[in-house]
């Protein structure tokens, strides 16, 4: 297991640029097996959710690998196909649930065991199915594993998702572009993700509109050729190094994300005192360590575009030192406060309650031994450490690398004292000691 060092107190300097971002290339991965022809994601990040990806793409039958900074794929024919996505690969992050549409489509079947992926609460698939179903699909729940089949071409329908589930709404809005006629999404996920793979569906020739709002309209069965696309940016990761900054202090320019797509978190951090100036695809962030930020922050996480739950804990992580107590309710995700433990060992007074964690502020932060609970969990365990006294040893079971290529080369790159460790130099220091 890897552990990263975090040395608190540096304040950060300088220009950051987040690569793509994780939830737009991973679903994109998995609609290129619609297309006819070889497409490149431009930009990717190293991530190992990626490696995953391109692992669970060649198990099927696809061809897909990294060239420098992009992702190729080559088109496959259906009959080179298979529909059975190896356990181990799908229990390795939830975006295995992606290849559900792409491969009932091609492969005619496709056996996806229990995804894996961040342990946030319940994270069931029944709108993705109940979905595929009212399209033709039939569906088999065996144990913890899903098969579906399709007889014919998949049906157009006018289906409403009970919730605006993201990767539901991606789901379907794949399986529509190889539907005979044309299907209606209602209450569909509106995030920026969402409008990332309608674009890039409609680059490889697909008819859709209404990305952006809960109606989605298309027109199934065009031919999908291939494109060379740059998917968005990583919002997440920009929210990010702007939460390193509010904690540890400094000045930084976050370049390459435009801020609308995390105004949300960037007017929070505003309202903690944070001095935010923002221009196309610029942010600037300073903050005076000297000073502490405001508390007094009531949040609530929910579906785009109010505050992203993914940013919930790096907002936890800025609020621990803060002047008056906060707290913040997650909507979507019934565990999403599993850093709380984290945070306590670094001497915060937080509690996590049900989906609402409560965080007194006042804290003087001293370094401890941690353990990232999950992705963002972790990197908001790696934002504390960088306000806290000593060195923190974060233990990282892989989470981290799932979502960041290099979050501790990132923010050391800003002026932070943060460094990987691997087991064998671990293992080394230990014997010559
Ligand atoms: C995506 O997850 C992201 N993951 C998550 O990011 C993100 O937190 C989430 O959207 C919300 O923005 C990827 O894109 C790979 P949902 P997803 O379906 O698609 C319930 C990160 O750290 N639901 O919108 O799984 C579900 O249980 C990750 O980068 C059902 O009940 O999220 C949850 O409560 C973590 N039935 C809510 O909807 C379903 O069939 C929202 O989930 C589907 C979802």
């Known amino acids: 297991m890897q552990t990263i060092t975090i040395t608190g107190g540096q304040t950060l300097h300088g220009t950051i640029r987040p690569a793509a971002a994780k939830n737009s290339v991973l679903p994109l991965l998995a609609a290129t097996l619609l297309c006819g022809a070889p497409c490149c994601l431009r930009n990717a990040p190293e991530l190992s959710d990626v490696d995953t990806s391109l692992a669970l ?28 996505i190896p356990p181990h690969l799908a229990g390795a992050m939830r ?14 079947m496709v056996r996806l065991p229990l995804p894996g992926g961040c342990r946030l609460g319940p994270r069931p698939v029944d709108i993705h199915l109940a979905g595929l179903a009212a399209m033709g699909a039939r569906v088999e729940l065996e144990g913890e594993a899903v098969t579906l089949r399709r007889f014919g071409p998949l049906q157009g329908v006018d289906f409403t998702l009970r919730l605006p589930s993201v990767g539901a709404t991606m789901t379907l809005l794949m ?6 006629g044309t299907t209606v999404l209602r209450g569909a996920a509106c995030e920026p993700e969402v409008c ?21 309209v298309i027109q ?14 990583d919002r997440i990761a920009a929210a990010t190094y702007a939460a390193a900054v509010a904690a540890a202090g400094g000045q930084i320019t976050v370049e390459g994300c435009a ?5 949300a978190f960037l007017q929070f951090l505003t309202e903690c005192g944070v001095v935010v100036e923002k221009s196309d695809a610029l942010v600037t962030l300073a903050r005076d360590p000297a000073r502490r930020l405001h508390g007094g922050q009531h949040l609530f996480a929910n579906a785009w575009p109010a505050f992203a739950t993914d940013t919930a804990p790096l907002a936890a992580a800025v609020l621990l030192e803060a002047d008056a107590p906060s707290e913040i309710y997650d909507h979507l995700f019934a565990n999403r406060f599993a850093c709380a433990t984290g945070f306590a060992a670094m001497g915060a007074d937080c509690r996590a309650a049900g989906r609402m964690l409560h965080i007194a502020g006042g804290a003087n932060l001293q370094a401890a031994a941690v353990t990232a609970p999950d992705l963002r969990g972790g990197a908001a365990l790696l934002v504390a450490a960088l306000a806290a006294q000593g060195t923190t040893v974060l233990r990282d079971p892989g989470h981290i690398r799932r979502g960041y290529a290099h979050l501790p080369a990132d923010v050391a790159g800003l002026g932070a004292q943060c460094a990987v460790q691997s087991q064998a130099v671990q293992e080394s220091r230990k014997q010559s000691i």
């Not at 399986?175 to 005979?180: G, N, T, V």
């Not at 199934?220 to 940016?233: D, I, K, N, T, W």
């Not at 801020?259 to 105004?263: E, F, I, L, R």
């Open 220 to 233: 199934g069965r065009r031919a999908l050729s291939g494109v060379a696309y740059e998917p968005l940016p």
């Open 175 to 180: 399986a529509a572009c190889c539907a005979m």
């Open 259 to 263: 801020p609308v797509y995390y105004q």
């Open 57 to 84: 793409l060649q198990a099927v039958g696809a061809k897909a690998v990294r060239h420098g900074p992009d992702l190729c794929t080559l088109p496959v024919a259906a009959a080179d196909l298979c529909g059975e």
């Open 196 to 216: 990332d793979l309608a674009r890039f569906l409609r680059a490889c020739g697909a008819q859709i509109t209404g990305e952006g709002t809960p109606v989605l």
């Open 95 to 108: 975006s295995s649930v992606f290849y559900l549409a792409p491969l009932l489509c091609r492969a005619g």
